[in-house]
C-alpha cells in the first residue's frame, strides 16, 4: 500500500465492533444457556480464530455479516475437540480460552502462527497453576503450544504483577469452575470488558477499584449485546485528522469505556479540538461520535495507570508526538515488547526511517516533536497496528511511503484501507 500526503481529511466513519468485547461475546455466548445476539461483531481475522475455536468445541455459531448468533450450552457444555485449537495470531484468543479450558473435563491443545508462538504464557500458567489446573507448554518455553488437562480448580487471591485484561479475564473465567470465590487485584485498573459482560450474563461479580471477585458456577443466560466501534480502531482517524491540517471528520459509534478511553484523554491534554456527540451512556459499554478537527499539538507524558487504557493506542500517539511541540515522554509501558511485535523497537525504527527524532527507552519512548517526516518503506512486521499507525503517519509526512504486507490490518479492521480511503480520497494508491 502506497501513501501520499493529503491536504485535508473529511466526511464520516463508522467503526467497527471492538476486537476485546466481540471476543468476549462469543466466549459468554458459549457458556451461557439459550441464544445470544451480538450485533456489529468484529469480522477481523482475531475474532474469527475465537469463533472457530468455539464451533471446534461443539458450540454452534452463525455468522450474518457483523450479526452473530450463539447457541450456548452452558458452563459444562462444550465438547473434547478433536484436533488442535488455533488461535491464530490472537493474544486474547490465548489466554482467554485458557481460563475456560483449565475447568473442562477434557484435554485440549492450543496452538497458533509464529507471532504467537513468541508471547510469554507464564503470566496465565503460573495462576492458573496455582489454582489447580494441569496446563503446559509443550515445549517447555512458557509459550504456545499449549496442553491443557482436566484437573480440579481452586478459588484463589491472585496479585498480578502487570496490569493485563487477558490475564485478569484468564483467572476469572477460570474462576467460573473453581470450588469457591476468586480474586485477582491488578496494580492499576485494565480494560474490564470481561466484568461487564460476565454481570450482564448473570455472573456473580463484584469489582472494586483494582479488585475483582468472582463466584463460582453461575447460571449465564444467553443475551442480546450491540457492540460499540473499537476505540483503538477509532483512533487512527483521531490521529489523522490531528495532524493534518484543513481537516474535519465525524468518527462515529466509538467505545468510551473509561478504562479504554486514554487516548481520548491524552488528545484533550495535547490540545485536540475534539468533541463528544450523541453520547450513548448503556449500562453494559457507554459510546458517542466524536468529533475531530486539525489541532495544533502540544507534547505531553504518558505514563502509570494511563498506559493499560491506552495500551494499544501508543504506536499511534508516537506518530502523533513527531506532531507536537515539545518533548513527549511514553514510560512504564515495557508490556509493549511483548504484544504482536515489539512495539517500542518497531515504532522506533521506523519513525527514525522516517527522519523523527526519537529514541526507544526500557520501558517506552522519548519523541522530540515538530521535525518533518518524510516518506519512508515501513515493515510492520505483520502487526496491524503498526501498519495502520504508519499509513496515518505517511499522510502528514512529505513524499510518498509504503506500508510492506498491509494485509495484516486484517487482524483487527479489515476494511481500515477503503475507510480511510474515504476520508481522504486519492491518498493511498
Ligand atoms: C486485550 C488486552 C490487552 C490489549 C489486547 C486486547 C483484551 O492486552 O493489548 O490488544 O482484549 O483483553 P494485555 O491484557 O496483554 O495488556
Known amino acids: ?122 503470566r496465565i500458567i503460573d495462576p492458573l497453576t496455582i489454582m489447580g489446573a494441569d496446563i503446559r507448554s509443550d515445549l517447555s518455553n512458557d509459550c504456545a503450544p499449549l496442553t491443557i488437562s482436566p484437573s480440579p480448580l481452586h478459588g484463589i487471591s ?32 485494565s480494560r474490564d470488558h470481561t466484568e461487564r459482560m460476565l454481570r450482564s450474563f448473570g455472573a456473580d461479580l463484584i469489582s472494586e477499584g483494582t479488585k475483582a471477585v468472582i463466584s463460582p458456577e453461575p447460571e449465564l443466560i444467553g443475551q442480546k449485546i450491540s457492540i460499540p466501534g473499537d476505540i483503538s480502531s477509532a483512533a487512527y482517524f483521531l490521529a489523522a485528522a490531528l495532524i493534518t491540517e484543513h481537516s474535519e471528520i465525524l468518527i462515529k459509534n466509538v467505545g468510551t469505556n473509561p478504562t479504554r478511553n486514554g487516548i481520548l484523554r491524552v488528545c484533550e491534554s495535547m490540545g485536540a479540538k475534539l468533541s463528544y456527540v450523541n453520547p450513548s451512556p448503556t449500562s453494559l459499554e457507554p459510546s458517542a461520535d466524536l ?25 499511534m500517539i508516537a506518530v502523533m508526538a513527531c506532531f507536537a511541540k515539545g518533548t513527549t515522554i511514553i514510560k512504564d509501558a515495557a508490556e509493549l515488547k511483548v504484544k504482536e511485535s515489539n512495539r517500542i523497537d518497531v515504532v522506533v525504527k521506523n ?56 494485509e495484516c490490518v486484517t487482524i483487527s479492521y479489515p476494511d481500515f484501507f477503503r475507510d480511510l480511503n474515504s476520508l481522504c480520497p486519492s491518498s493511498l494508491f
Not at 471446534?56 to 488442535?84: A, F, T
Not at 502509570?304 to 493506542?313: C, F, Q, R
Open 351 to 406: 519513525l527514525k526511517k522516517m527522519g523523527a527524532e526519537i529514541e526507544a527507552t526500557e520501558d517506552g519512548m522519548i519523541i522530540h516533536g515538530g521535525k518533518p517526516l518524510h516518506g519512508a518503506v515501513i515493515d510492520p512486521q505483520l502487526d496491524h497496528r503498526i501498519a495502520m499507525s504508519f499509513a496515518i503517519a505517511g499522510l502528514a509526512a512529505e513524499g510518498e511511503t509504503t506500508i510492506l504486507h498491509p
Open 158 to 189: 491472585y496479585s498480578s504483577a502487570i496490569a493485563s485484561a487477558q490475564v485478569k479475564s484468564c483467572i476469572l473465567l477460570a474462576g467460573l469452575y473453581a470450588d469457591g470465590p476468586t480474586t485477582v487485584t491488578e496494580p492499576a485498573l
Open 291 to 315: 468529533l475531530v478537527r486539525s489541532s495544533s499539538l502540544n507534547a505531553t507524558v504518558i505514563d502509570g495507570a494511563l498506559i493499560p487504557t491506552l495500551i494499544d493506542e501508543i504506536p
Open 1 to 122: 500500500m502506497n501513501i501520499k500526503p493529503t491536504s485535508s481529511l473529511s466526511g464520516e466513519v463508522t467503526i467497527p465492533g471492538d476486537k476485546s468485547i466481540s471476543h468476549r461475546g462469543i466466549m459468554l455466548g458459549a457458556l451461557a444457556m439459550g441464544r445470544t445476539e451480538l450485533t456489529n461483531f468484529l469480522e477481523g481475522a482475531d475474532c474469527l480464530s475465537t469463533i472457530s475455536c468455539f464451533q471446534k468445541m461443539g458450540i454452534d455459531i452463525e455468522r450474518q455479516g457483523s450479526r452473530v448468533l450463539i447457541q450456548g450450552k452452558g458452563l459444562h457444555g462444550l465438547k473434547e475437540p478433536d484436533s488442535l485449537l488455533d488461535v491464530g495470531n490472537s493474544g486474547t484468543t490465548t489466554r482467554l480460552i485458557s481460563g475456560i479450558l483449565a475447568g473442562q473435563a477434557f484435554t485440549s491443545h492450543l496452538n497458533g502462527d509464529a507471532s504467537i508462538q513468541k508471547r510469554p504464557m507464564k
